[in-house]
């Protein structure tokens, strides 16, 4: 079974800065990773995907993600973050058809 | 516009009583899901369904029940079993039975127990 580790539960930066949130998986292959985007009281909004190819994948409102497989991880990043982008972010894998979720990461943004 | 609906966006029960949650998709998607959200634990697999009449359980099943008599709608009921039933529930959609596994969610319901 796989499963997917979020290991920052909270992160804050100021607007303008860079980010990046972590996210490490346990799979036995290669999985079909995902990026998630979920404002307060919302659904969840899909940011990016990997199934194979480049290692460096680009999603909507300027988000990358590259995946590492000798460190099983697949973090996301952003060059300047908007105040915006305040949210939480769930890092997902697929494998085995079941879709496996991150416990998440909220995203704070200060002036 | 092609999307997931859900309804209603808040439900109030009180305990006892069973309650319907709402999920409809005009997307043509194979699949459907039912994940439940509590604070600080991601999203957990209630049910799913990858063709009509046909539905698995997933993790965290008991107290819940589904039906997907039409492949548009996939109503989720929480029945009186349900030990903790407050929390927000969201629907989601897979193309083609899910074989790429990206899934497309609905705005969600927030069910709150009294």
């Known amino acids: 079974a796989q499963s997917v580790t979020q290991p920052d539960i909270h992160i804050t930066v100021s607007e303008g800065a860079s980010l990046e949130l972590r996210c490490n998986y346990s799979?036995?292959?290669?999985?079909?990773l995902f990026w998630y985007v979920q404002s307060p009281g919302q659904g969840l909004q899909l940011l990016l995907k990997?199934?194979?190819?480049?290692?460096l994948v680009q999603g909507i409102k300027g988000f990358e993600a590259e995946f590492k497989r000798s460190q099983s991880s697949f973090n996301l990043r952003k060059p300047s973050v908007h105040w915006s982008d305040a949210a939480e972010y769930f890092c997902?894998?697929?494998?085995?058809?079941?879709?496996?979720f991150g416990t998440g990461t909220k995203l704070q943004v200060i002036p | 516009d092609g999307g997931i609906t859900q309804s209603p966006k808040y439900l109030f029960r009180k305990e006892g009583q069973n309650v319907t949650l709402s999920c409809e998709q005009n997307?043509?998607?194979?699949?459907m899901y039912w994940y439940r959200q509590d604070p600080g634990q991601g999203l957990r697999l209630i049910y799913y369904?990858?063709?009509?009449?046909?539905?698995q359980k997933g993790d965290i099943a008991e107290g819940y029940s589904v039906s997907r008599e039409k492949k548009e709608s996939f109503p989720l009921t929480v029945t009186s079993a349900q030990k903790n039933p407050t929390a927000f529930y969201l629907c989601?959609?897979?193309?083609?039975?899910?074989?790429?596994?990206?899934?497309?969610f609905g705005p969600g319901t927030r069910l709150t127990v009294l």
């Open positions: 990997y199934f194979s190819g480049d290692t």
């Open positions: 989601a959609s897979s193309p083609a039975g899910g074989w790429d596994y990206t899934q497309y």
């Open positions: 799979y036995g292959a290669t999985p079909y």
């Open positions: 997902a894998v697929g494998a085995n058809q079941k879709v496996t």
């Open positions: 997307l043509n998607h194979d699949a």
């Open positions: 369904s990858q063709i009509v009449n046909d539905f």
